[in-house]
């Protein structure tokens, strides 16, 4: 039975870890995207959004039954700790259906998790790959992206770990301050292939 490779790939928020992605699929990998799987444990597991909900306020869940993703990111990333509580109750569910997206895929495959350290994932990853970027670049690409202020964005970036760490917890780094991030990937993914 051939053994397919689990890669993951992580990164601070607003390094490029999303386009990183993109190269990875475009080169035969299968991409599970972490978020994707955030949002349909929301909508599909009632136990993860009523914990949650326990936890940062049953305010976060509208009238309709949905989360409410404003005030749970507000709540969420307002401190180191709170990103780790919500991290806490969320991944474990994100991390199942994972596991089970995961049987059905025979192909290697890229994990694309932001949070791939505070989840324990690392830990089942035959490499795991970090997208890193300049703080000021990270800034401009997050209040593009996601429509938040400058202090907002700060906000998030100071929640989550540091580039050190990722440098020091990871088999390789694709820098995304300049140009040629294609070809970095390819490099790196060469050298996976390889091992």
Do not use: W
């Not at 190269?23 to 597991?45: C, P, Q, T, W």
């Not at 495959?109 to 997208?131: K, M, N, R």
Request: aromatic share 6%; charged share 25%.
């Amino acid at each position: 039975m051939k053994k397919f490779k689990l890669i993951g790939l992580t990164g601070q928020s607003g390094a490029g870890k999303s386009t990183v992605a993109k190269y990875f699929e475009k080169n035969g990998f299968a991409v599970i995207n972490a978020d994707r799987l955030v949002s349909k444990v929301y909508d599909e597991n009632k136990s993860c959004l009523l914990a949650v909900a326990a936890r940062f306020g049953s305010d976060i869940i509208n009238p309709d039954g949905s989360l409410n993703r404003q005030i749970l990111a507000e709540r969420a990333f307002s401190t180191k700790e709170n990103t780790r509580a919500l991290g806490e109750l969320v991944h474990p569910f994100v991390i199942s259906q994972m596991l089970r997206e995961l049987k059905n895929i025979n192909a290697d495959a890229v994990f694309d998790a932001p949070q791939l350290f505070e989840s324990g994932t690392d830990v089942i990853c035959d490499a795991v790959v970090s997208v890193v970027a300049d703080e000021e670049i990270r800034l401009k690409r997050i209040i593009t992206r996601d429509g938040l202020t400058a202090e907002q964005a700060r906000q998030r970036m100071n929640a989550q770990l540091s580039e050190e760490f990722f440098r020091e917890n990871s088999d390789y780094i694709i820098e995304n301050s300049s140009g040629g991030l294609e070809q970095k990937v390819s490099s790196v993914i060469d050298q996976i292939k390889s091992r």
